[in-house]
Every structure is written in C-alpha cells, then in structure tokens.
Nanobody, 117 residues
Framework: QVHLVESGGGLVQAGGSLRLSCAAS????????MGWYRQAPGKQRELVAS???????TYADSVKGRFTISRDNAENTVNLQMNSLKPEDTAVYYC???????????WGQGTQVTVSS
C-alpha cells in the first residue's frame, strides 16, 4: 500500500499563487508516475499534471504556462507550483501515484484550492 499526504491548499485571490506538496510513504518501490488531479463540484476528476520517475512531464492545456510540477525521488515528494490562478482552478486537488507493472493507482485525501475573483 502507498500512503499519500497532500498539503498546501487554501484560499487565494485570482492572479495569486499556491504550492501543493504531496509526500509518499509505504510500499513506494517501483512507483513510476506521480501527478495531480482535480475535481470541481459537478465535474469529473481531471488530470492537471503528471511527472515520470525520470522527470518527463504532462500538463493539461488549461494550466500550461501557469503550473509547474516537480518531483524529488530521494524524498518521495511531488509538488505543484500554481501561478496566475484563476477562479476556474477552484477544485479539490488530489495527489496520485501510479505503478505501471501492476496498473496500481493510489490517491491522497485531497486538498481544497479556492480562487476568488
């Protein structure tokens, strides 16, 4: 089992910044991809950004140029720097860890991000 703990959510005005952090523990051997998803009220959960063990990144079009994902394999952490936040970024943000060999996916408990206009 993999345990993920997120931190860093909160309330910010439009144009502001927040940094989300996620710490992984437990059976983290061979975790390949880590990422951030979000779910707004009444909407499906969507990928925000992901990063491979080697540092390859993927971003949703809506956050490209504003968000940056980073990963520290030694510390087993993944961060999401969010700049130029917009009200439409308001959602619960979830950390995810994925192990390809078993197709296993693990989730954190989520952290609320609210952007006021």
């Amino acid at each position: 089992q993999v345990h993920l703990v997120e931190s860093g959510g909160g309330l910010v005005q439009a144009g502001g910044s927040l940094r989300l952090s996620c710490a992984a523990s437990g059976n983290i051997f061979s975790i390949n991809d880590m990422g951030w998803y979000r779910q707004a009220p009444g909407k499906q959960r969507e990928l925000v950004a992901s990063i491979t063990f080697g540092g390859g990144t993927t971003y949703a079009d809506s956050v490209k140029g504003r968000f940056t994902i980073s990963r520290d394999n030694a510390e087993n952490t993944v961060n999401l720097q969010m700049n130029s936040l917009k009200p439409e970024d308001t959602a619960v943000y979830y950390c995810n860890a994925h192990r390809r060999v078993t197709l296993s996916s693990y989730w954190g408990q989520g952290t609320q991000v609210t952007v006021s206009s």
